[in-house]
């Protein structure tokens, strides 16, 4: 069984930054596939930032240049940096995992985390 748990929404200043956290725990053999979405009141959830099995990302045009995605052991980060008020949503992590050698796979979501930027 895999838990995804996130941390690192707040509040913050335009123009600040913030580094969202989605740690995976339990049958975690690897990471192969991260999504970082984010879902705004009244709009549909969006896909912001991709990362795949081979290391290359993909960004959304809105946040491309000020965010990063990034893993380190069962761990994904979102570097957010210039931040700004339309950037204020809530955070979601999609990661795929292998849950073992022989290459069985979970995916799941984090619990989501909100991220409020003032102007």
């Known amino acids: 069984q895999v838990q995804l748990v996130e941390s690192g929404g707040g509040l913050v200043q335009s123009g600040g930054s913030l580094r969202l956290s989605c740690a995976a725990s339990?049958?975690?053999?690897?990471?192969?596939?991260v999504d970082w979405y984010r879902q705004a009141p009244g709009h549909q959830r969006e896909l912001v930032a991709s990362?795949?099995?081979?290391?290359s990302t993909n960004y959304a045009d809105s946040v491309k240049g000020r965010f990063t995605i990034a893993t380190a052991k069962n761990t994904v980060y979102l570097q957010m940096n210039s931040l700004k008020p339309e950037d204020t949503a809530v955070y979601y992590c999609?990661?795929?995992?292998?849950?073992?050698?022989?290459?069985?796979?979970?995916?799941?979501w984090g619990q989501g985390t909100q991220v409020t930027v003032s102007s």
């Open positions: 999609n990661v795929g995992v292998l849950t073992d050698h022989a290459g069985s796979t979970w995916t799941g």
């Open positions: 339990g049958l975690v053999f690897g990471i192969y596939d």
């Open positions: 990362m795949y099995y081979n290391g």
